[in-house]
């Protein structure tokens, strides 16, 4: 089974800034590898998938990189409606899995 | 547009069963693989299982492999989710997912919350 990680598991950060999650598997993912934002008291939503799509009418300060096992969701210009939690999702082989999240404050 | 609406969340028993069900429109259901995704209290989300478009290929995650089964009805445009053999640990909202074989799961229901309680 593919293990997902990601860095770090929390964060706070300031209007304007820029910041970084990062999403590792334990096995290549080709680009089947989604990111998702969950506000609280809401359903998850897809920002990217196939790593670096941005979803239509996804903020273009959003956006996702990587390849292979370790994979990026960058926001860049963080706003106060960013606050919310970060999962990436594998979706390259069955059981598909989450990453375990991060949390990120203003 | 894409809706989906899940059902049958409750307070059960430890040991009991329950079904969840969801009811989706706005697009062609039976051409679409569909998942469930559940979260419970304060925690990260759970893949749980995946079932093709036409109900012919099932897959579970380790955790509820043996107790849950999930089915659909392409005719009703619904998929179940049987929980079987419940304890506290599958408290959690329980959301039914389209997803896209090979793809990202795009659209999500609002969940279901299911309380496993004496």
């Known amino acids: ?56 009418g996804v903020p273009s300060r959003f956006s996702g990189g990587g390849s292979g096992t370790e994979f990026t969701l960058t926001i860049s210009n963080l706003q106060s409606e ?13 059981p598909y899995a989450f990453g375990p999240g991060t949390k990120v404050d203003i | 547009q894409v809706q989906l609406a899940e059902s049958g969340g409750g307070v059960v028993q430890p040991g009991k069963s329950r079904t969840l069900s969801c009811a989706a429109s706005g697009f062609n259901f039976k051409s679409f693989g569909m998942t469930w995704v559940r979260q419970a209290p304060g925690k990260g989300l759970e893949w749980l299982a995946y079932i ?63 309380v496993v309680s004496s």
Not at chain 1, 4 to 20: E, K
Not at chain 2, 60 to 76: A, I, P, Q
């Open chain 2, 52 to 114: 093709w478009y036409d109900g012919s290929n099932k897959f579970y995650s380790n955790s509820v492999k043996g107790r849950f089964t999930v089915s659909r009805d392409n005719s009703e445009q619904t998929m179940s989710l049987h929980l079987d053999s419940l304890t506290g640990d599958d408290t959690a909202i329980y959301f039914c997912v389209r997803a896209p074989y090979g793809k990202a799961f795009d659209y999500w229901g609002q969940g279901t919350l299911v």
């Open chain 1, 82 to 94: 960013d606050v919310a939690d970060y999962y990436c999702l594998q979706h390259h082989s069955f």
């Open chain 1, 1 to 56: 089974d593919i293990q997902m990680t990601q860095s770090p598991s929390s964060l706070s950060a300031s209007v304007g800034d820029r910041i970084t999650i990062t999403c590792r598997a334990s096995h290549v993912l080709r680009n089947n590898l989604a990111w998702y934002q969950q506000k609280p008291g809401k359903a998850p939503k897809c920002l990217i998938s196939a790593a670096s799509r941005l979803q239509d």
